[in-house]
């Protein structure tokens, strides 16, 4: 049983987010239910950027001046900031622009050791050739999804994937498409249309156990919940700044150690080589390796003091407040007719992330009425097209929570999504 007076605070101060208290059309003011796609930062995160900009802005390796010392010890500092937010080892850290960039990167780095790139030893562990397959999920993102694709039409090898039930949760009974020629499993922690988490243990397992390495789109998870990537023994995961508070423009590859090592460049040019002739080059360790030209310092900085200021609260308690405002969610837009939530209904293994369909009225319809009462959420496909098939629609509405939500947040979403059918002279009951 919830009780309703622990969700009249946000567990985060409001405060700590300007943007929260910026009035939106008609003087209304902003309800932000769409952190899903990309959350608001806290000001000790914007503070981060700015002090980059104003005090320490010099190239990260490339000079002995203090400008650039400072600039690469703050790049140092947030990779170990990070790296202890999600269970890795600091060299396990991977800079990249987006998670798009982070399963690109992969995906290509793959293709390359198959095209003759890379030692023996790399060829044996990362090549894709023809009678190989790749698997996902149905329920993938299109990030990890169309890299995949991509990568089995150069190769020859096959995609396949593990479907969805009813409430657009993971069939494992659909996972023996995992066999001795799978060489990928990729896989979302948690959709970013139903919020169901998957079973990452037993996935792992079945994976593990035919030598196939496991790749965890963490996007949605990490902001939500303790995530920690040595206990959950992927191979490699990818996230994403702005999910978690932090700028955009900046996302994570983590891999294990030994893979990294093996693992040959994607992108090449200043800063990840070791020595450069005429005639050859040879390259640098990991991460280094992968992180070719300038880095994005302030946006770095800003992701490690957002992984700093989510620490402080504890990613446990996020979790938690965070379960008990989806679970009032799920509660109250079953009271309102002719809407149906695609995905769980109950809060139980699944993240406060809740698309839905209202009957008779395109998404984006839903979206433009809600946002004239200063409600931000999320409308289309939101990049996952097959899971919106597979639950017999193209687009969908979207509502996200934070940790900086209320109880009065819902309250006023449900309030205006019950005038939604009324407006275009659809039966309301």
């Given amino acids: 049983m919830i009780a309703p007076e622990s969700l009249t605070m946000p567990l985060l101060p409001r405060k700590d987010f300007p943007i929260l208290d910026r009035k939106m059309k008609n003087g209304q003011s902003l309800v932000y239910l769409d952190s ?12 981060a950027e700015v002090y980059v900009e104003l005090h320490a802005n010099g190239a990260v390796n490339r000079g002995s001046h203090e400008l650039a010392a400072q600039a690469t010890d703050i790049v140092d500092n947030a990779r170990s900031t990070v790296a202890q937010f999600v269970g890795a080892d600091t060299e396990e850290i991977v800079w990249t622009k987006n998670s798009t960039e982070s399963l690109n990167l992969l995906a290509y780095a793959f293709d390359n050791v198959t095209r003759g790139r890379g030692s023996k030893k790399a060829f044996e562990r990362f090549a894709i050739e023809e009678h190989h397959n790749i698997v996902v999920t149905r329920a993938e993102h299109h990030a990890n999804l169309i890299p995949w694709q991509e990568l089995c039409l150069r190769t020859g090898a096959q995609l396949r994937w593990i479907d969805l039930d009813d409430d657009g949760r993971l069939d494992l009974s659909t996972a023996d498409v995992i066999d ?3 060489r990928v499993v990729a896989f979302a922690h948690a959709s970013n249309v139903t919020g169901a988490i998957a079973p990452v243990e037993q996935l792992v397992a079945r994976a593990h156990a035919v030598d196939a390495l496991v790749v965890l789109d963490a996007c949605q998870s990490v902001p939500h919940m303790p995530v920690d990537f040595h206990a959950l023994d992927v191979d490699f995961a990818v996230f994403s700044g702005h999910k978690m508070m932090a700028p955009t423009g900046i996302g994570v590859l983590y891999g294990k150690a030994q893979l990294l ?7 090449f040019g200043g800063s990840m ?11 640098a360790r990991p991460p280094a390796r992968f992180e070719a030209g300038t880095q994005a310092v302030a946006q770095i900085a800003g992701l490690g003091a957002a992984a700093t200021y989510l620490s402080a609260t504890g990613m446990d308690k996020i979790e938690a407040y965070e379960a008990d405002l989806t679970q009032y969610l799920l509660a109250q837009i079953a009271t309102v007719p002719h809407v149906r939530v695609l995905g769980p209904t109950q809060a139980t293994d699944r993240l406060g ?8 009225v395109h998404p984006h319809d839903v979206g433009q009425i809600l946002d004239e009462k200063g409600i931000a959420v999320r409308v289309g496909h939101h990049c ?13 509405s979207r509502v996200s ?3 900086y939500n209320t109880r009065a947040d819902i309250d006023a979403f449900i309030e205006t999504l019950r005038t939604v059918r009324a407006f275009f002279g659809l039966e309301v009951e």
Avoid: R
Avoid at 261 to 267: D, I, R, V
């Fill in 180 to 182: 001795a020629n799978t």
């Fill in 273 to 283: 080589v070791e020595i450069v002739t005429m005639e050859k080059t040879t390259y």
């Fill in 384 to 396: 996952a097209q097959p899971i919106h098939q597979h639950f017999g629609v193209w687009a969908s």
């Fill in 261 to 267: 090592k093996e693992l040959p460049p994607f992108l």
């Fill in 353 to 360: 992330v809740v698309a839905f369909d209202v009957d008779g």
């Fill in 36 to 47: 899903g796609a990309t959350s608001q930062k806290p000001q000790v995160v914007v503070d």
């Fill in 401 to 403: 929570v934070a940790p």
